[in-house]
């Protein structure tokens, strides 16, 4: 293993929260989106509830709803929701192409529950949720009959549970209860409730587990044929239950234990039939097609509604605010429910074209496929060479970055831009070296809370 931490910071969305600040003068919705293209949006609606909280978990998320919570709750999502399809207008056309439901655990709410959160997505936005992809995040606990049969009914045409290890001893080790026998008949229920695409979340790294127990999650999550499996590094991290248990993560030999073991499971994997996707996700090659791999939860044209959602236009980021202590955490929900007023933006960042041009390049790059070279420069007027000399120039001497070829032979640079087998292994360090100045400076000043 080379001297580069592997394991530095998962980028699943470029700002991190941490970076953004309250927003002068709240800007309306109205006005920052009255010159965005609104036909191809994505809705994504955010359920802060678990029934537990994880030992590794830093969400955005709060154990148990107690005093009718998730009633007040689904209230204020539906007043957001009437708020932001005003504020869409109906000047142009208002298109929904992908949806999704996270969490926290969506199907922490009850079936009749979850129906008015469809109808909410469907009546209030105008989400034609049978016509478009429809990606809802469940758990062992909450995969329940009545539950999967509102979701199937409803259009969800992926479903992905957190399952994290088949090894009971390795669940309680990373603070997650829960039994084997319980995980096999959730997923059972979710088979026979025959949405069409089913995630399995499954994670390395967790004390005491090895190559073989390991070995041993993998075959039992092959063994149900899911068409999707994300295999996640454990990270611990700061005021989340093994982050008050753990010392400083720095520590090397953990490192490699989980290099090996993502390579053991990778090479698992692709020789089962699966495609790498990016260094998280595998897809069966003969899955059927949902849209976009993020699931809509990361693109531009993104319309986030509940307090731990968050919208993306061309020009901003915005959401409300973050915490991962469960104390706060229970503020800001509490401050969501009783609140009237979703007309403006509270919290976000401004996006200048600097940071769009570093958002786009991590989120293709970190894909196995690649970045089209000419794609970029078409919506850039430049080259990612050009805009990134520094940092290319590091991939490639790490050996990260495959040489770009020529999709046309003609030598003009257009080609693809894309890691190498070495670079996906260490894309949670290439990503943070991608970050702004100014956006490194706001999450090291953001007070953890």
Known sequence: MSGIRPY??????????TAYRPLPGRPALRELWAAEPKDALSLYLHIPFCEVRCG???????????????????DALERQAVAVRDALGDTDPVRFAAAAFGGGTPTFLTAGELERLCDIA?????????????????????????????????????????????????AKAAVRPQRRADVETALAR???????????????????????????????????????????????????????????????AWDAQRLRLYRQGRD???????????????????????????????TDGMIGLGC??????????????????????RTIIDDYTRAEDFTRAEV???????????????????QARGMVIAEYRARFGSLPSDDFPVELAAFAGRGWLEEPEPRDGDGDGDGLLRLTPEGLAYSD?????????????????????
């Open 8 to 17: 530095q910071s998962y980028v699943y969305a470029y700002p991190h929260k």
């Open 190 to 252: 979710i088979r026979e409730a025959g949405v069409p695409v089913l995630n399995i979340d499954l994670i390395y790294g967790i004390d005491g587990q090895t190559g073989t127990t390991w070995r041993r999650s993998l075959d039992a999550a092959l063994a149900w044929r899911p068409e999707e499996l994300y295999l996640y590094p454990l990270y611990v991290r700061p005021l989340t239950g093994l982050g008050r248990l753990a010392g400083p993560d720095a520590d090397t």
């Open 56 to 74: 590794f978990c830093n969400l955005f998320t709060r154990i148990g709803a107690p005093d009718e919570l998730t009633t007040r709750y689904l």
């Open 429 to 449: 360090a290439l990503g943070p070296e991608l970050f702004s100045p100014a956006v490194r400076a706001a999450m090291a000043e953001y007070e953890l809370r």
């Open 268 to 298: 698992h994997l692709l020789a089962q039939g699966y495609e790498q996707v990016s260094m998280r996700m595998f897809r069966r090659a003969d899955a059927p097609p949902q849209g976009a791999d993020d699931h809509a939860c990361q």
């Open 348 to 366: 976000g960042r401004r996006m200048n074209g600097d940071e769009a041009r570093r958002r786009h390049l991590l989120q293709s790059l970190l």
């Open 308 to 329: 731990g959602a968050r919208s993306y236009t061309s020009t901003l980021h915005y959401s409300f605010d973050y915490a991962v202590d469960m104390r706060r955490i």
């Open 122 to 170: 469907e009546k209030r936005m105008g989400a034609d949720l049978r016509a478009v992809p429809l990606s809802v995040e469940t758990s062992p606990a909450t995969a329940t009959a009545d539950r999967l049969e509102v979701l199937a009914d409803r259009g969800t045409t992926r479903v992905s549970i957190g399952v994290q290890s088949f090894v009971d001893e390795e």
